[in-house]
């Protein structure tokens, strides 16, 4: 028998005969398209029974309630709380992409301690008894060498139990230097103190005002409580109120506005002092008002009257004068007026002149404590704990003056001043910090002049971050001490920004915590019972949870039952009583110390001839700028126009690029006097010439790859400019050049 | 078998050998029988049965890997102690979802203690329930992600039994070897023991074919002329791109198991 090619041949068709009347092949196909299904990427959802836990979202200051949908232990989907008097139902962006940040990869997963160089990213793990010891050994040397008040704190809050602990410790330590992040509610709450004689927060009547003048809030850009704004936004379309925006830069707020009136970046008071004038030479304020309850009008008349013409106005702010006539008009002749400043998302504080001028704009017109208008909020006396012992060394540490001189006879009224913070410890002229605790904040990426805050930092022997996730501040910490992420633990959240009541919300667990994370507030009580002494003292309760408890009271049931308390008996809006200046009325002039609400021109940096235009930062819903980065799914939504790969644009007017031949798309150099970035030109009808604005919330070094290393933070090219009257940062931009790169 | 080209050759062979060529033709034909078809014969015939015995019982073993599952447990004898038979365990929620395989909350209400003295219950109370882990279960009936399935239509509304489905399991004394797919991941109950995909219960498979069969049956006397089958969808497609514009006939729905729009009614 002869084997033969033929031989092969037929053995193969034999068995590819074979092979198709086997299952072989069908069976293949079938697995092969199941196969694809399977993907180890695609996600595949958790099943099992579902559960619903109300909460409250704290990734930024509006305080919405959130409802979050459990299958099982698992967390899947956040949604607004129906019902809470914040949101409603409603969600931001933001907030419903929380879960990314519950299992993000970027997690800080337990206490770490530094063993590289600062930021160099080599961590050991080390245990929490060893962590807090080792903090407790530097704090208690530093007090033993009577150096207490060396030792600060930076906080994203100053309001409820966790902020409040912090305070307490600080006290019973021997430090005054508790820091806050700033914002434009700084500037507010000083405005309320000076005109009203109030320690409380602006809420504001959006739900039944009929007429918006908004100086460069960013209302549909996350200015205030976002969710709130979006519904505020809506009904006003439908009940027809006008709504103006007044800024250099077409914002999505000012597209969707009635009008928009494009202003000479700041001179805003000016325009606020040009409708002033207006309203009071043609007799259009609310006499009622002003007559009754109203001390000091005569003085601001007198310099309204004075300086600001719409003319002079007009060439001060490029706004003509038949505009602002108009406006004035409009704005005095509505029912329910309203007047609201805070750039953009409102992360600065700016000018205290420009906040107290836009105020007295409501003040004139009536809308002080009545429908539609503003109203002071306090509803933080529900903390009130026994007022802490001092020792010797915490009542000698609490005689030095603060770092950053808030409240000192430089700036009396003013009550944090983080933004002075890295001039003065780089300047070395008072004393130096040895110690810097960090929490609900990442001033490495947030605060103006990122270099000069790095510089002082680096000056700080020991930086201990209590972040949940690997932010730029925690990067350059000496030990992260993790707090569980907001979806892990409890926390009361009292005043949500820009609310008529006092309302305070309770944050609770959603999960159990996914890593060996740890409270602040516990954190902070055992550090308190590790130092002993009046600290322990100090301390007494056995957990936060017990503190939390403790502190809320009867208030407790009802926050657990309905997921917020809100005061039932709270009335503002009795003008008799509601002011507690020395004149007991709203005061349009200091009654204390003559101060005047007036346009002060902020000069910002750089000069004219070697820095030829004006860089402005710019707000979008669709970037977190705060102490939380964007997370994927956020950062997905930022248009091509704005980000594209890692790189940035910048926004020109077309007739500015055709001045310096730049084109769209094409790349170029900024620089201001603090720095340098390479960024792209997107050219831009809807932004006034000679100006060029910069998105932020973009050029992170820290969280994962989705965020990291994409654009430019703003933060790095500009310089706080300091207001000369609270020591605010009153910046509202700084000049830059352009070159092709 | 013989070719033009066999033959060819063959007589360019006996060229050189003309004796034999002259004096045998006859040989010759048979000698081409035996020397060359033969084998050709032979080999389609092993390579047939080669390929025959590879895909019917070779495959299978390569496709199919075996777990065992974590630990074993009688279904038969908790069926006997329970009363509302397989839902005691097997329930539904009060929003109608499924709970699936009972987790160990359920088990530890009696199972708190280790109860006789089975090696299986021994290991399930120190491994799982002291330590408070839930067992990992291997679920042979579970489906794709892309499939959308509800018990609560089947059982509760549509009242059909478990075993239907999920066959005798309600008997068994003790869980059988669990057989994935090395491709898919997924049990080998959903294609089903024979890999042939022939079926004597309707609980011997799980692929979408006998969810259609009874689907076809139930939904329908209905004379379904109105509804597209694969290959008429194939064809209205090609008109409609051939011919773009022209009036389609409507159709109640593209999905012959549902009669319904698309195949998202089932399917994710």
Redesign the interface.
């Known amino acids: 028998m002869k084997i033969d090619r033929r031989s092969f041949l037929s053995f193969l068709i034999g068995g590819a005969a074979g092979t198709t009347l086997s299952p072989l092949p069908w069976k293949l196909m079938d697995d092969s398209a199941i196969w694809t299904q399977m993907w180890p990427w695609t996600p595949v959802p958790e099943d099992g029974e579902s559960s619903y836990v109300n909460s409250v979202c704290t990734l930024c200051s509006g305080g919405c309630g959130i409802t979050i949908r459990k299958i099982d232990d698992r967390a899947v989907k956040i949604e607004g709380m129906k019902g809470y008097p914040v949101n409603d139902g409603g969600v931001c962006l933001l907030g419903l992409s929380g879960l990314q940040l519950l299992y993000s990869p970027t997690r800080v997963k337990g206490p770490l301690k530094r063993v590289g160089k600062r930021g160099q990213g080599k961590w050991e793990k080390i245990s929490w008894n060893d962590a807090i010891s080792e903090v407790a050994k530097t704090l208690s040397d530093l007090r033993s060498k009577g150096q207490s008040h060396t030792v600060g704190i930076i906080s994203g809050s100053d309001r409820g139990t966790v902020p409040r602990l912090f305070d307490r410790f600080l006290t019973a330590f021997g430090s005054p230097n508790l820091m806050l992040t700033p914002s434009i509610q700084d500037s507010y709450e000083l405005t309320l103190h000076l005109m009203q004689g109030v320690q409380a927060l602006p809420g504001f009547d959006f739900e039944n005002t009929d007429f918006i003048l908004s100086f460069g809030s960013g209302f549909i850009d996350g200015w205030g409580s976002p969710v709130r704004m979006f519904r505020a936004h809506s009904n006003w379309r439908s009940t027809g109120a006008k709504v103006i925006q007044i800024e250099p830069r077409l914002s999505h707020t000012a597209a969707k506005a009635d009008k928009w009136i494009p202003i000479n970046p700041g001179t805003e008071a000016a325009l606020a002092m040009g409708l002033a004038h207006v309203i009071i030479k043609e007799s259009l304020y609310d006499t009622n008002f002003v007559d009754n309850f109203s001390e000091g009008f005569y003085d601001w008349k007198r310099l309204v009257l004075g300086k600001y013409g719409p003319d002079s106005v007009a060439t001060i702010t490029g706004i003509d004068s038949t505009t602002i006539i108009a406006l004035a008009r409009g704005f005095a002749r509505a029912s329910k007026p309203l007047a609201i400043c805070g750039r953009g998302q409102g992360t600065t504080p700016g000018s205290l002149h420009e906040c107290m001028v836009v105020h007295a704009l409501n003040a004139l017109v009536g809308s002080i404590n009545s429908n539609g208008g503003v109203f002071a909020v306090n509803g933080t006396e529900y903390v009130n704990w026994p007022e802490v012992e001092m020792d010797g060394i915490a009542a000698a540490g609490m005689q030095n003056e603060r770092l950053d001189e808030a409240g000192s006879k430089k700036y009396p009224h003013s009550r944090y001043l983080l933004n002075r913070f890295p001039a003065a410890v780089n300047s070395e002229e008072k004393y130096p910090l040895q110690a810097l605790f960090v929490a609900g904040a990442n001033p490495l990426y947030s605060m103006p002049d990122s270099n000069a805050v790095k510089k002082a930092f680096a000056k700080i022997p020991l930086v201990v971050s209590f972040s949940s996730y690997l932010d730029e501040t925690a990067q350059n910490a000496d030990l992260i001490l993790p707090n569980h992420s907001y979806l892990e633990r409890y926390e009361d959240i009292p005043l949500p920004a820009g609310l008529l009541k006092p309302v305070i919300g309770l944050s609770r667990p959603v999960v159990e915590p996914q890593f060996n994370t740890r409270h602040v507030g516990d954190v902070i009580i055992l550090l308190a019972k590790a130092l002993g002494g009046n600290l322990s003292d100090a301390f007494a309760w056995d957990s936060y949870n017990a503190c939390l408890k403790e502190t809320l009271g009867d208030k407790w049931q009802t926050m657990v039952e309905e997921g917020f308390w809100s005061d039932p008996y709270f009335n503002t809006k009795d003008l008799e009583t509601s002011f507690d200046t020395i004149s007991g009325k709203f005061e349009f002039a200091n009654q204390d110390n003559g101060f005047l609400p007036q346009f002060t021109p902020v000069k910002i940096q750089g000069d004219e001839k070697s820095y030829p235009l004006v860089l402005i930062p710019y707000d979008s819903i669709r970037l977190a700028n705060g102490f939380i980065g964007d997370p994927p799914f956020v950062i997905k939504t930022v248009e091509d126009t704005v980000l594209k790969g890692k790189d940035v644009f910048v926004e020109l007017n077309p007739k500015t690029a055709r001045a310096y031949g730049l084109r769209e798309g094409q790349r170029a150099m900024l620089s201001t006097p603090k720095g340098k970035a390479n960024v792209k030109i997107h050219l831009f009808d809807g932004i006034m010439p000679g100006i060029v604005a910069l998105p932020r919330g973009l050029g992170h070094t820290a969280y994962d790859d989705y965020l990291a290393g994409k654009g430019i933070n703003f933060n790095e090219l500009i310089g706080p400019v300091e207001d000369p009257d609270s020591g605010f940062d009153a910046a509202w931009g700084i000049r830059v050049k352009l070159a092709k790169a | 078998?013989s070719t033009l080209d066999d033959n060819a050759k063959a007589i360019e062979d006996n060229a050189e050998g003309e004796e034999v060529a002259i004096s045998s033709p006859e040989i010759n034909i048979k000698e081409q029988d035996n020397?060359?078809g033969?084998?050709?014969?032979?080999?389609?015939?092993?390579?047939?049965?080669?390929?025959?015995i590879?895909?019917?019982i070779i495959?299978p073993k390569l496709?199919y890997s075996k777990k065992r599952q974590p630990i074993d447990f009688n279904h038969r004898l908790h069926i006997a102690e329970v009363e509302d038979e397989c839902e005691s365990c097997h329930f539904f929620?009060e929003?109608g979802?499924y709970?699936?395989v009972p987790k160990l909350e359920q088990c530890v209400e009696c199972h708190e203690e280790v109860q006789g003295n089975s090696p299986d219950e021994i290991k399930f109370v120190e491994e799982y329930v002291s330590q408070d882990r839930e067992v990992p279960w291997l679920v042979s009936s579970k489906q794709?992600?892309?499939v959308f399935f509800s018990h609560v239509a089947h059982v509760k509304v549509a009242e059909m039994e478990c075993v239907t489905c999920h066959g005798l399991i309600g008997e068994s004394e003790s869980l059988k070897v669990y057989e994935y797919?090395r491709?898919?991941?997924?049990s080998r109950d959903i294609?089903g023991k024979s890999?042939?995909?022939f079926k004597k219960n309707t609980w011997d498979r799980m692929k979408m074919d006998d969810c259609a069969e009874c689907h076809e049956k139930e939904t329908a006397g209905i004379e379904r002329t109105d509804v597209k089958t694969p290959l008429g969808r194939l064809f209205d497609n090609l008109i409609a791109i051939s011919f773009p514009g022209m009036e389609m006939p409507s159709n109640k729905g593209d999905s012959v198991q549902t009669e319904r729009d698309a195949c998202f009614v089932c399917h994710k």
């Open positions: 078998m020397g060359a033969g084998p050709v014969i032979l080999f389609f015939i092993v390579g047939l049965f080669a390929s025959l590879v895909g019917w495959f496709l929620r929003d979802t709970s699936g794709p992600d892309n797919n491709i898919t991941g997924y294609w890999i042939g995909g």
